[in-house]
């Protein structure tokens, strides 16, 4: 269960990390990782969840991943995914992905991967939510 200071630190460093690939314009592409190396951090993150590992940087991975989804910080167990497929036509590396978290129904969702080092992978609803968009 996320508590209050969970919560602002959640918020905090994804926002801290939208601020820093917000400034700057057309040098925001040396914020945007390879799609390979965006899905390789995408798969090492789920996967990670997966294992029980409790929500944190992943510092086992080279470059060092962030994950920001609000329901594995929160303790929702993830029981299966799979990466369906890049989404095209986004500025960042996005994915669509079939998950199943434990007694929930399977649903669709899409995350987008950036910077470069560390990575940084958000599920998108979470993206959003800490951009105000």
Same mark, same amino acid.
């Given at each position: ?5 969970? %919560?602002? /630190?959640? &918020? =905090?460093?994804? #926002? ?5 690939? *917000?400034? *700057?314009?057309? +040098?925001? #592409?040396?914020?945007?990782? #390879?799609?390979? +190396?965006? /899905? ?8 990670? =969840?997966?294992? &029980? ?18 329901? =594995?910080?929160? &303790?929702?167990?993830?029981? +299966? ?7 095209? *036509? ?6 669509? %992905? /079939? ?9 669709? #969702?899409?995350?987008?991967?950036? *910077? ?18």
């Amino acid at each position: 269960m996320m508590n209050g200071h969970s %919560v602002c /630190r959640f &918020g =905090w460093g994804a #926002a801290l990390v939208v601020m820093a690939l *917000g400034c *700057g314009g057309a +040098s925001t #592409a040396r914020y945007i990782p #390879a799609s390979g +190396s965006a /899905r390789a951090a995408l798969q090492t993150a789920l996967t990670t =969840w997966q294992s &029980g590992t409790a929500h944190g940087p992943i510092t086992s991975s080279k470059p060092e991943i962030n994950v920001f989804d609000a329901r =594995w910080q929160a &303790g929702k167990k993830l029981e +299966s995914f799979e990466i369906l497929e890049e989404v095209t *036509g986004q500025e960042q590396p996005h994915f669509q %992905v /079939r998950l199943k978290l434990e007694g929930q129904p399977e649903e669709t #969702a899409t995350y987008l991967v950036v *910077g470069i080092d560390p990575l940084h992978v958000f599920r998108d609803a979470d993206y959003k939510k800490a951009t105000g968009l």
